[in-house]
């Protein structure tokens, strides 16, 4: 059964009351010097699996990073964040606090090099590199190597990353992988997962993460016509990437009791805040340095929570 409350706070967690929400709310706030420091914090605060594999993705670019939040949630596990040559202290400090072995580098070289797996594997961990061509590829890769013929899957577009990672936390509560696409088409890597023989991906159910300024009707036509004309379709999005996080908090997390919240025009911090809020049964929401869009604040005056975790910046 998940937490509903977040209970463990290490000395770094800065405890405040914030005005844009309700006044009632217990605000927490998890945040550390850094991107790997803000992850590592995250990873310490919730009672995933510490025995699951963990989830290395790199700090300094989204696009191969973005089907890793999805994944560890499914697994009840965390992402920490890696540079590309060298791993943080901090991420090795929290390596070796839990119990696992085992290490998913998302992404090719050019995202966390060669050098890093050489490190992990000198210090004793298994490592399984999940990666494709692009970014299109290696989310295949992640659904098709952690996800055990999932009946499920959502599709976001892979030219931005916000709409991927408000999603994260509802895919990986349903043990659904997150696919990417284009605006108007099909990458040739999903395509070649729906429809090989070895191994195909065939879900019966889609979530459609954004508006149609992000995943246009032209993109469900194609899949459909790849041989899912009885699958179900259902968009969940809005005008923004705020109004679609609200969008998703809404048809995944219908309870009051927590939101968490990290910052929306920038990677990092949703990336580790994902599986963090799927295991907490918690959305995630999407906000701004120094403020708090309408969106978002008119959902969390809607929800009332008991408790808001801001992850981050994510702090209005």
Avoid: H, K
Wanted: aromatic share 8%.
């Amino acid at each position: 059964m998940r937490r509903r409350v977040l209970t463990v706070l290490s000395a770094a967690v800065a405890i405040g009351l914030v005005g844009a929400v309700p006044a009632q709310a217990a605000d927490t706030r998890i945040s550390g010097a850094n991107r790997f420091e803000t992850a590592a914090l995250v990873s310490a605060a919730f009672d995933g699996s510490e025995f699951a594999p963990v989830y290395l993705a790199t700090g300094e670019n989204f696009p191969d990073a973005l089907a890793a939040s999805a994944a560890a949630g499914a697994d009840q596990s965390r992402v920490l964040l890696t540079s590309r040559y060298s791993v943080p202290q901090a991420t090795w400090d929290e390596l070796q606090g839990l119990g696992t072995r085992s290490v998913y580098v998302i992404g090719g070289t050019t995202s966390v090099s060669a050098e890093v797996e050489t490190e992990l594997e000198r210090r004793g961990y298994s490592v399984l590199r999940l990666e494709g061509a692009n970014r299109y590829g290696t989310a295949v890769q992640t659904a098709r190597i952690l996800f055990d013929d999932p009946d499920t899957a959502f599709l976001a577009t892979g030219q931005n990353f916000p709409d991927a990672l408000a999603g994260a936390a509802a895919a990986g509560s349903l043990g659904a992988p997150i696919l990417l696409v284009g605006r108007d088409t099909v990458p040739a890597e999903v395509r070649d997962a729906f429809t090989e023989q070895f191994l195909p991906l065939r879900p019966s159910r889609f979530f459609v993460l954004g508006g149609e300024g992000a995943i246009s009707p032209a993109v469900i036509d194609q899949i459909r016509a790849l041989g899912f004309q009885n699958a179900s379709f259902e968009r969940l999005g809005g005008n923004t990437r705020y109004a679609t996080a609200v969008a998703v908090g809404q048809r995944f997390f219908p309870g009051n009791d927590t939101a968490v919240l990290a910052v929306g025009d920038n990677y990092p911090d949703a990336l580790a805040a994902g599986p963090f809020a799927a295991e907490i049964d918690a959305p995630l929401l999407l906000t701004q340095v120094g403020s708090t869009p309408v969106e978002t604040a008119v959902e969390l005056e809607r929800r009332r929570p008991d408790n808001v975790v801001f992850v981050g910046a994510a702090r209005p």
